[in-house]
């Protein structure tokens, strides 16, 4: 592999887009292979995960990850887009609001839960995204989807009309902080909307140790593949058998491998592959899914 390969912590600021985000790193770094793992909305902040060469190919393994947040919810206020940036569409007077009544009210939303995304997300529907149907001024039918909030605190209030708290949430890929904004200001009978979000954690890629946008250089710090991939189980083999994997032949899997995703590392712990167990008659084969080490290798690095 030649050029820069890794996954970069970026500190996001407000203000631009996550595409915005990668763009400048694609000029800051000088590589046209760079992606993210789960967008930010441009009002939000914090830990941006973006993949540079071949840390691009291992994007789709780390969109799972737990995320960690901390937001700002406004009572007292509903809008279009579940946020203070939308088109308000009710307000009431949240004064009557105390902060015991806001920790009661968070009880619910803690734990495995269905949840409808918002109108302004990613998510398609027909082949549409559901933002620019928004943009039409199209609202279509959601489908609740499984998600889980593993912790969920407040950190602050401040009562009056427009009541606010802070909260950190700890959740599942695929949570969305607007709408659980939303449904908590529901419950509490005063309408909610996200104040300001700050995304603090993508599993292992914590704020504290992440690359503000605008300190970028070329030579930004890189978490290797392998390491970047921590969260799968780790088997390390030979460069032959790295190579045979690199072929896409199968190898004998060891007898403790287990089911799912493994990341295969050479001697020296570099990442080779990330393969999968099958069973073929009565055999437990290694097979590659993708591979970081051309065929006729003898010794690569991630």
């Known amino acids: 592999m030649t050029g820069r390969h890794g996954i970069l912590n970026l500190h996001k600021p407000p203000g631009p887009t996550s595409h915005d985000c990668v763009a400048r790193v694609r000029r800051v770094m000088g590589t046209r292979r760079a992606g993210h793992a789960g967008t930010l909305d441009p009002m939000a902040s914090g830990v941006l995960v973006v993949g540079i060469g071949n840390g691009t190919r291992i994007l789709e393994y780390l969109q799972g990850l737990p995320k960690v947040y901390r937001a700002t919810l406004v009572l007292g206020i509903e809008t279009d887009t579940e946020d203070t940036t939308g088109v308000t569409l009710g307000e009431t007077d949240a004064g009557t609001i105390t902060?015991?009544?806001?920790?009661?009210?968070?009880?619910?939303?803690?734990?495995?839960?269905?949840?409808?995304?918002?109108?302004?997300?990613?998510?398609?529907?027909?082949?549409?995204?559901?933002?620019?149907?928004?943009?039409?001024?199209?609202?279509?039918?959601?489908?609740?989807?499984?998600?889980?909030?593993?912790?969920?605190?407040?950190?602050?209030?401040?009562?009056?009309?427009?009541?606010?708290?802070?909260?950190?949430?700890?959740?599942?890929?695929?949570?969305?902080?607007?709408?659980?904004?939303?449904?908590?200001?529901?419950?509490?009978?005063?309408?909610?909307?996200?104040?300001?979000?700050?995304?603090?954690?993508?599993?292992?890629?914590?704020i504290a140790g992440a690359v503000p946008l605008d300190d970028l250089q070329a030579d930004s710090p890189l978490v290797a593949l392998s390491q970047a991939l921590a969260h799968l189980p780790a088997l390390q083999v030979q460069m032959e058998d790295g190579v045979r994997l690199a072929q896409g032949q199968f190898i004998p899997a060891p007898e403790a491998t287990p089911d799912g995703h493994v990341r295969v590392l050479d001697p020296a712990g570099d990442l080779l592959a990330i393969a999968t167990v099958r069973s073929h008659r009565e055999a437990r084969l290694l097979a590659p899914e993708k591979v970081f080490v051309t065929a006729d290798a003898s010794s690569h690095r991630s």
């Open 99 to 206: 902060r015991e009544q806001v920790v009661e009210a968070l009880g619910p939303f803690r734990g495995p839960q269905m949840q409808v995304p918002p109108m302004v997300s990613a998510l398609k529907v027909k082949g549409r995204k559901l933002y620019e149907l928004a943009r039409e001024g199209k609202i279509v039918e959601r489908e609740p989807r499984p998600i889980t909030v593993y912790h969920l605190e407040l950190l602050g209030f401040t009562p009056g009309p427009r009541a606010r708290a802070d909260i950190r949430v700890e959740c599942s890929a695929g949570t969305y902080i607007r709408t659980l904004c939303s449904d908590i200001g529901r419950r509490l009978e005063v309408g909610g909307a996200m104040g300001s979000l700050v995304r603090e954690a993508v599993g292992p890629f914590v």
